[in-house]
Structure formats: structure tokens, C-alpha cells
């Protein structure tokens, strides 16, 4: 072997062996920095979320009354219960209870009414005027009628105590039937409905306004309280609208409110629906007055302060005065409304039809000249 191939080969092994130390120094320096250990797969991407992305950013929020995706339609029904001839009806055949009514109901996308009675055979009557219960056959027929949904919010969903609550409840999941406005505490209370259909995200927030001074403290529900979701609680409302306006696409409020058999809204109806308004709500609808309220827009929002009896007892005259609300939504946009009208008979509505169709639908289209609602949406600049 010659001089420089000698001399070459002790070259290579002292760089070699430079190469290797500063290896293990290297080694030396991530262990002494300990105190820090590697961080793991979970860290590292607990961290990545942080970090800029290339993705798309996301859709920014949609403004009030502004139209985005595909189209839904919601029906919406007044006061029910299954008292009276209705009783025979739910325990002949669940199925049919509602009557012909269930026809426009079902052409909707998503179909709500008030359920206005506990949905129990136990617990003692409080001490009111009247007190409604039911079977839990109830919920089977809601769901052969075509509902999707109802809210429990109301003068009457505690008629039988904490028992017949805590068993309006229990009939619920057990049926697989989706309430609002009632719950274990309030949080279960104010908490929305929510639903995907076509591809538009819902929100359905339920609460009362209506509440007997006697009983309200005791129907109230409170952390850790069970009862109802009370509109008394303006604040707590608000939040849950705002709270639903970051995951939904339209949000509705069906709240129990008003005067009984008055035709026009009371001050606390007017005060409260630009408060639910400016909140997110998209959709705010009313019962209790078990006579039919005007029904339009309050900016870009729809809002119907009342529709009267549904499946409901009644001994005729304007409280027999029935129908279905209908809206078709895009986004936070009601592109569409209309009125089917329908008259009680037997405890349940019966649709008009002809020359008696259009004059309902003139007499409901009325009952807006005292609401302050306008018939087209109005959207601000600002």
C-alpha cells in the first residue's frame, strides 16, 4: 500500500470519528434540554390545529334574512291535546288521530306543534282550573300525523308535578320523539332540537311566557331544578338563541305566549320578538291565545304570534278557527309562507277548501294589520 493511500485512509478515519462525536453530543445536548420530552403524536397535533393552514378558509356567517343552500319546508300547528272526543280518537287508533289534517303536515320537510298537556298517567293534578294529561300513545300519534317535534313549554306541561314532568320525559326518549322546552334542569330545558335536512342545519328552541303565579317559582326550571323553559328568564333565552345561531343554519323559537282569545299580541309578545330577533332567531312562533294572531315579517326574520287550536276541544265560533303555517327556508332566509286554513270539528281540523279557503286565508292575512309585521321581509344595510 503506498504513502497516500496510507495517508488517504487515516484521513477518512479521523473525520469518521469527528462525525461520530459530534453524533453523540448531539445526543448529549436533546438529554440535558430534558425537562422537555419529545412531544407525542397527540401534542404535535394538538399544536398543527394552531398553526396556519393552506386549507380554504371557511364560509363566513350568513346575515340576517340572507338566503344560502337548498330549500326547506316547515309546517308548524298550534295548541294539541288529547282531551274530550280526542281521547276516544288516540285510544281507538293512535294512528289516525289527527284526521286529514296529517296530509299537510306530512308534505313538509319538518312539521311542529305545541303539546299542550303532560304525557302521563300518575302524579296529582295542581291546584288550576284545567289539567291535561295523556297516554303515552300520545307520541304515536304526533308521528303518524306527520310531527316531528314538539314543545312542552307551557301552561299545562307540569299539570301533573314532577312526576308527570319526569314522565313526560321518560315518553319522550322512550318513543324516540324530540321535545323542547322541558328538562331535568334548565340547561336540558333551553336546549335546541337540532336537525340536518338538506343539508341546512335546524335549531328548534322552545320557552314559555305563560306561567300561573302560583306555580310559576315551582314550574321554573333551575340548575339542577327540573320544569320548564321559562321566557321570564329573558337573558338565559337570548344565550340560547345566540348559542344555536353558531351551529345552525335557521333558528326558530316556538314560544307559548300572549293573551287567551285575543287577536292581537300583548306588549310583552312586541317586546320580547325583536329581542329574539337581534339574537339569531330567524323564525319565532307563538301559541296560547287559542285564537288565530297575525303572522309576518319583523325585518328579515318571520314571526307568527299565534296559531290558535289544532287538535284541541273546542265549542266552535273563532276558536274553531284552525291551520297549518307552512315556510319555506333558505339559510336565514323565509322565502315563502302560507296559510292552510281549517276549522275544528270533533277536536280536530278539518281543511277548507274553495271559494271557503280563500276567505280564511283573507280573514288570517287580516289579523296582521295589528301586529306590526310587514308581509315582505326588510333587510338592513348596516
Known amino acids: 500500500m503506498s504513502r497516500l493511500s496510507v495517508s488517504a485512509y487515516r484521513s477518512i478515519a479521523i473525520l469518521l470519528a469527528l462525525v461520530l462525536a459530534a453524533a453523540l453530543g448531539a445526543c448529549g445536548i436533546d438529554q440535558s434540554t430534558s425537562g422537555t420530552p419529545t412531544p407525542t403524536h397527540a401534542e404535535v397535533q394538538s399544536q398543527s390545529t394552531t398553526a396556519p393552514t393552506t386549507t380554504a378558509p371557511r364560509q363566513s356567517a350568513a346575515k340576517p334574512g340572507e338566503a344560502r343552500g337548498s330549500a326547506v319546508t316547515l309546517a308548524f300547528g298550534g295548541d294539541v291535546h288529547f282531551e274530550g272526543v280526542i281521547r276516544g280518537r288516540l285510544t281507538t287508533n293512535p294512528e289516525t288521530t289527527f284526521g286529514p289534517i296529517a296530509s299537510v303536515l306530512h308534505r313538509a320537510d319538518l312539521a311542529m306543534v305545541n303539546l299542550e298537556t303532560a304525557i302521563t298517567t300518575r302524579g296529582t293534578a295542581q291546584g288550576k282550573s284545567f289539567t291535561f294529561r295523556a297516554p303515552a300513545s300520545a307520541f ?41 322546552g322541558i328538562g331535568r ?25 305563560v306561567l300561573d303565579d302560583s306555580l310559576a317559582a315551582a314550574w321554573t326550571a333551575g340548575d339542577g331544578k327540573p320544569g320548564l323553559a321559562s321566557a321570564y328568564q329573558v337573558d338565559r333565552l337570548l344565550e340560547a338563541v345566540r348559542s344555536a345561531r353558531q351551529v345552525a343554519d335557521t333558528v326558530i323559537v316556538n314560544l307559548h305566549w300572549g293573551k287567551e282569545l285575543a287577536h292581537c299580541p300583548i306588549d310583552r ?74 276549522v275544528i270539528s270533533g277536536g280536530i281540523p278539518i281543511p277548507v277548501n274553495g271559494s271557503a279557503a280563500d276567505r280564511a286565508v283573507a280573514s288570517w292575512n287580516d289579523l296582521r294589520g295589528c301586529t306590526g309585521l310587514a308581509a315582505e321581509p326588510s333587510v338592513s344595510d348596516s
Do not use: C
Not at 306527520?146 to 312526576?163: F, I, L, R
Open 140 to 180: 304515536r300519534a304526533l308521528k303518524a300525523a306527520g310531527v316531528d317535534v314538539a314543545t312542552m313549554a307551557n301552561n299545562h306541561g307540569m299539570d301533573y308535578g314532577q312526576v308527570g314532568l319526569e314522565d313526560s320525559i321518560d315518553a319522550a326518549d322512550e318513543a324516540d320523539f324530540p321535545v323542547v
Open 185 to 209: 334542569d334548565a340547561d336540558q330545558a333551553f336546549r335546541p332540537f337540532r336537525v340536518t335536512i338538506n343539508g341546512q342545519r335546524i335549531a328548534i328552541i322552545g320557552a314559555t311566557q
Open 269 to 342: 309578545q312586541r317586546e320580547l320578538a325583536p329581542k329574539l330577533v337581534k339574537a339569531g332567531a330567524d323564525v319565532v312562533i307563538g301559541s296560547h291565545a287559542h285564537v288565530l294572531l297575525g303572522g309576518g315579517y319583523l325585518g328579515p326574520a318571520y314571526v307568527d304570534y299565534g296559531l290558535g287550536n289544532f287538535v284541541f276541544y273546542t265549542s266552535g265560533g273563532e276558536a274553531a278557527q284552525s291551520g297549518v303555517l307552512t315556510l319555506t327556508v333558505r339559510g336565514r332566509a323565509v322565502t315563502k309562507s302560507s296559510w292552510t286554513p281549517a
